[in-house]
């Protein structure tokens, strides 16, 4: 019964934070698609196709920390907090590094950065000015995403939910004044909206080093730990974390493709999209809690090597899984006029935006399912290598080419473009069940 209680008290622990801090993120994002779509639907493509670069940089930094994750969460399970440290050394100094490399690489080649999303101009000439201002972002948000993610796996939480409520206020604050020039500043439009998530990001990465230093004492760190070295977890860190950081990285690159088709489809599809994608987001909010939460009780619990407890955990969630994604995808659907009514954006814009979400919300259930058992469960029981090639056949041989033949070949309504772009998230779910049917998924990566 103790078990019972733990068991629910850690998911809730973990699920509730996370899932709150996706929910005040995607409201950050959402007043930004509001602020931003009042001054026109190019605004609002343009910044919608240059977040798909913070989108693709999100997606492989996340890859890096949820690589860490596997490692960490196991030896969270055994109290290793020398080995959870070198860990932790190894993620910062990789995502720096790449969080740095990248800034530079958008900052200098922001036209040809995005011409590889759009051949629209008028788009490209208004997305300019506001990349090469997010792209210094990318620096702030390694940082801190990085130390939130690896605390997260020693199960300390409270960071994650205000650092997200301070950013809410300062971006919403800051979008106000400096887009629409309030309080004596010029009105900026997009590049003011560029300017206002810098700032929020510059602030969160102060809160996130004064926390972790001068905080949090689960796992006391001093600057100079960030810049050690430890060869064995290094190794096996490229062994167990590797797969999921290339998975993440070709999902993101999925995602840029799939990019690059909307955005030759028109200004109405990239603007309905947008809108969609949002929306979706937040029907994922809760699931993605509940998979950061599986991640470390799967792994704590096999780095204990109480492997019935594992499996017993794994159905339990899996059950959850399903009713959350049930829950949300009716959630979205019936939401959907709610939501579209707050854009500035044309009738035929409208009407796409409202079919595409329709889509999107019945996917949704297999996405809240099979997504949450590959970046919980799999992941937690250090099964990277699957989760990766199920991620590479879908992706590259199922959806981009399906997408890419129903855009421009067979030219179907953007409807069903949009349908063969998800397509797979109405496939997996059944792949993730079958896996963890057996034990194969069970991998303890921990050294004695």
Same mark, same amino acid.
């Given at each position: ?166 950013? =809410? ?72 974390? =590797? ?14 493709? !799939? ?56 159905? !339990? ?84 080419? =399906? ?10 309504? =953007? ?34």
């Amino acid at each position: 019964m103790d078990n019972e209680k733990n068991f629910y008290k850690t998911l809730l622990k973990i699920a509730l934070p996370v899932a709150l801090q996706s929910l005040i993120s995607l409201g950050v994002v959402m007043l930004d698609n509001i602020m931003v779509g009042s001054l026109g639907e190019t605004a609002l493509s343009a910044v919608s196709l240059s977040n798909q670069v913070t989108i693709f940089f999100t997606f492989i930094i996340k890859g890096i920390s949820g690589g860490a994750a596997i490692l960490i969460s196991q030896y969270w399970g055994k109290h290793d907090m020398p080995r959870i440290k070198n860990v932790f050394a190894i993620v910062f100094q990789i995502s720096a590094a790449f969080g740095i490399l990248t800034a530079l690489l958008v900052f200098f080649k922001p036209g040809a950065t995005m011409r590889i999303f759009t051949n629209n101009y008028d788009i490209i000439n208004e997305a300019i000015g506001y990349i090469k201002i997010i792209s210094f972002t990318y620096i702030f948000f390694t940082i801190s995403e990085t130390f939130i993610a690896m605390l997260r796996c020693v199960e300390v939480v409270k960071l994650t939910l205000w650092n997200s409520i301070l950013s =809410l206020f300062v971006n919403l604050f800051f979008n106000y004044v400096l887009i629409f020039g309030k309080l004596g500043f010029p009105a900026l439009g997009i590049i003011g909206a560029a300017a206002a998530t810098v700032i929020a990001r510059f602030i969160e990465l102060m809160v996130v080093t004064i926390y972790i230093f001068y905080v949090q004492k689960i796992l006391p760190l001093r600057p100079s730990d960030l810049l050690k070295s430890d060869k064995v977890m290094l190794k096996d860190f490229t062994k167990y974390g =590797l797969p999921i950081i290339a998975g993440d990285v070709q999902w993101g690159l999925v995602g840029v493709f !799939k990019a690059t088709i909307i955005g030759r489809l028109g200004v109405s599809m990239v603007a309905a999209n947008s809108i969609t994608e949002v929306v979706l987001s937040l029907g994922s909010i809760f699931t993605t809690g509940l998979a950061n939460a599986a991640c470390v009780v799967i792994g704590k619990t096999i780095g204990q090597k109480d492997y019935v407890r594992t499996r017993k955990y794994s159905n !339990k969630i899996q059950i959850l899984f399903v009713l959350v994604g049930v829950s949300m995808a009716f959630l979205v659907f019936l939401s959907r006029y709610i939501v579209v009514s707050f854009y500035n954006i044309g009738a035929d814009t409208r009407t796409l935006a409202l079919q595409l979400i329709a889509i999107g919300a019945v996917t949704l259930i297999g996405t809240s399912y099979h997504a949450a058992c590959f970046v919980g469960i799999n992941r937690g029981g250090g099964d990277s290598h699957f989760v990766f090639k199920v991620d590479l056949i879908f992706g590259w041989l199922v959806v981009l080419p =399906l997408s890419y033949l129903a855009a421009f070949v067979w030219k179907l309504p =953007l409807p069903i473009v949009f349908l063969f772009i998800r397509i797979d998230q109405s496939l997996k779910w059944l792949i993730a069940f079958l896996r963890l049917r057996g034990d194969k998924w069970i991998h303890n990566v921990t050294r004695e």
